[in-house]
Structures are given as C-alpha cells and as structure tokens.
C-alpha cells in the first residue's frame, strides 16, 4: 500500500516510529494545512501543502490528527477525494502485532489489512460478546478487541443470573444490547450518561439514568435503586477526577464478591483527560496504591491509618492494556503455618 499521510505533528510521529502498520506501507509523503510546516523536514519528509494530494502517487491518504471528521469534509468537498481513499491509522491492522485478546482472524497474520478487508468475514470468535461486537447488527459503540477477553474472564460467572449490571457512558447504546444479550432476561442492566438523548436506549431489563459521574449524590441514588451492583464498568469520560471519585464512591457500596472495572485508562497518559506519564493526578498513579491496599496488613501500624477504608476489601487489583479491574472481598488476615503430616 501506499499512503499519504496528512497532519506534520506528534501524531504522525508516534504512528511512523509504533505503529506496526508503518512497517508495512510506503509512506509517499507528508502534507498539512499549517503553511509554516511546509517545505520543513519532518521524520525525514518535506512537508507539503495540500495541493500536491492532486499528483497522485499514492492509494490511501492517513489522517494522523484528532480532527479527523473536519480534515476528512476538506478533502472530500476541496479535493474530491473519495471516502474510501480516506483512513485513520487505527483502520491498518497487522494481525501478528496487534492486541486482539482471544478475536482470531482467518488471514496472513504478517501482512497489513485495512480492517475493511477482514470484518466480518475473516473474523472467527470465541465468545458471545465478540459475536455480537463484531458479526450482529447492534447501535454504535467503541471497543479494543481485547476488551472482550477480560470481560468474559470476570463476568462469565454472572451469565443468565439476577446480576445488577451498571455502566457509566451509554454513548449511542449499543453496550446497553450487547450486555443485554451476554446477561440474559434476568438481568438488571444500569447505563449513566450525561446525554438526555441516552433515555431512548432504555428497553425491557436496561434502564438509563441521566446524571455525571463526577456527582457523588447521584451515583449513591442510583446504586440505591438500582443496586447494589455485582459489577460496575467505568467507561465514561475519562477525566482523571471523575474516574477517581466514581470509584471512591461506587467501590464501597459494590456487593461483596464484584467486580470494579475501569476502562479507556490510556487516557491516564494524556493531558487531555488530567492525566500524564507519572503524574500524580493520573487515575493510574492513583490505582497504583491498590497494591499496598492489598498488601495492607503488612504496612505496619505507624501507616495503618493511612489507609483508605476501603483497602481489606480489594481482594486483587488487575491491570491490563488501557483497563483495570479490581475484585471486591473482604479478604481478612492472612494465615501463614507450617505443617507436616
């Protein structure tokens, strides 16, 4: 393949040095629309202006930048580029590279695909959720396919059972069906959002309340109604203080013997969301200290009250790419003995 690549920053610079697909295409150039990038060296390229995407040579154009949607509409409605001709760096797959949990692909694992060339027919599932994400019809919803490994690790147990479900982030609903399908009729499925248009996602046993996450009053009324909850998935705005006070207030009231999941934690690594490499802001700095709080009767007593009230019920805290989950039970004191018999 080759490929154009549009944007001359910081993300066009992570995907040619991390990107497997980088590997595998020929990078024919470099444009941007900030002219005083242009005819500068960038990653061994001359930045270009838009204008040479006229010259052709290439068979993709890759937009690097957040602003996909806008860059896309300029080349489209300017340049008369086709839709097709037009992806994002997340669109290239190389299968042997590529984070894909228990998802397996019917292909040459060393080669690079658009994902266009591979869904659904070339994908072959192992579990229900990753049928219904990437073979049913559903609404929209955005997920890392290894996601669905660690989901069925820890929610397998509460397949067809009265399991109080909730979700913080409906977005577009289709994680309220998918959970629907996976837990049954039984269920008792909860979606927060902040979207008054989320309430048209509510059907048979999914229930949607509007409200942030960021306010404690409103998630303590709703694990009042609705709960106590077996499981509970973060996945909505990613902001560090959110995901911090949703925990603080939604772990202690969990039933015992459930699971607290986090989810989209790369965003701890981004300014955008509060977070960054190290930075104590970060929901993951702060996860950090789970590993003490299960270790806590080991701290000794001078740093005993330092502990949160929480710290004897986190029986293991598990991190994973971008995710986290943490197991709620009392665990008590650790009994050590020596025997023989």
């Given amino acids: 393949m080759k490929a154009l690549i549009f944007g001359a920053g910081e993300a066009t610079r992570s995907f040619l040095h991390l990107a497997p697909a980088a590997r595998r295409i020929e990078v024919t150039g470099i444009v941007d629309n900030d002219s005083t990038k242009w005819g500068k060296a960038f990653e061994g390229y001359t930045v270009e202006p838009p204008e040479t995407l006229k010259n052709g040579g290439w068979d993709k154009i890759i937009i690097t930048p957040y602003a996909h949607d806008i860059i896309r509409r300029q080349l489209e409605g300017e340049y008369g580029i086709a839709g097709e001709k037009i992806i994002r760096p997340g669109d290239l797959i190389v299968p042997a590279e590529a984070n894909l949990g228990t998802v397996r692909l019917n292909c040459d694992y060393d080669e690079c695909y658009e994902l266009s060339e591979l869904l659904p027919d070339k994908v072959i599932c192992s579990n229900r959720m990753e049928e219904f994400y990437l073979k049913k019809s559903h609404r929209v919803m955005n997920k890392w396919w290894h996601y669905f490994e660690i989901y069925e690790t820890f929610l397998h147990k509460y397949l067809n059972s009265e399991v109080r ?38 059907e048979g046993n999914v229930h949607i309340c509007i409200g942030s996450q960021a306010d404690t009053d409103f998630l303590k009324e709703v694990s009042e109604k609705w709960g106590p909850f077996d499981a509970v998935l973060d996945d909505g705005s990613h902001m560090m203080e959110h995901q911090k006070v949703t925990f603080e207030t939604l772990f202690p009231l969990l039933k015992e ?85």
């Fill in 165 to 202: 479900f909730l979700e913080i982030g409906v977005f577009r609903g289709g994680s309220m069906q998918m959970w629907r399908d996976y837990f049954g009729e039984k269920a008792t499925i909860v979606g927060i959002d902040i979207d008054e248009k989320c309430r048209q996602y509510e």
């Fill in 257 to 341: 013997g459930g699971i607290y999941m986090c989810e989209d934690c790369q965003c701890c690594y981004s300014p955008r969301y509060g977070g960054g490499y190290l930075k104590k802001e970060s929901f993951m700095e702060y996860c950090k200290s789970f590993l003490d709080c299960v270790n806590s009767q080991f701290v000794g007593l001078d740093y005993a009250e330092q502990m949160p009230s929480y710290a004897e019920y986190i029986k293991a805290c598990h991190f994973y790419d971008s995710m986290v989950v943490v197991e709620k039970k009392r665990r008590g004191y650790s009994f050590l003995t020596e025997f023989a018999q």
